[in-house]
């Protein structure tokens, strides 16, 4: 099967649904250095209930870059155990000891909207427990949305498509079954 409908339009890659997240991790930026030797092996987890996904981990940098697109299923129990919102958690990945953990950015369940957001990376003892320091930045883009499509698999590549489709079921331009809020005027 083809990726294109009828007379070469591109299907539908998100559908709005309040019974799912769909999520895209971009990049991170001014990470911390965390190791005596080497730089930073970055990659992110996210849990939701008793989903997890995490990204790959980019080696060497301190402004990782990923493109990842996720979509996890939003239960009312994982949203009940996550009250605060989808939380990113940002670790360092290390070959001899156990990951280091940088800190973590929580999106609130509010404030999904589509939208491309950067935000700060707070660090504390451990996920969960922030203490206010900045540990760097993330790009980040949640939306309440399915992904659709057959090849679609955790952690994909993410196209422009996605990108620009993902910020417009986000803002309620797309229809679908997911019910929305009042009016977009």
Known sequence: GGAAGAGGAPLALFRASRKHVA???????????????????CYVRVRLGEQEVRTEYKANTYAPAWDQL?????HAAARAQSPEGLAFLFYDHDTFKSDDYIGQVTVAWSAIDGREVELP???GPAPGATDGTRRG???LQVAYAQVLGRDFRQGMALTKDHFVELEAVGRGALGGGGGGGPGDG
């Open 23 to 41: 999520f895209a991790v971009y990049a991170a930026s001014d990470l911390p250095k965390m190791d005596t030797f080497g730089s930073v092996d």
């Open 70 to 74: 996720f979509c996890l299923e939003l």
């Open 137 to 139: 930045f993330a790009r």
């Open 121 to 123: 990376i707070l660090g």
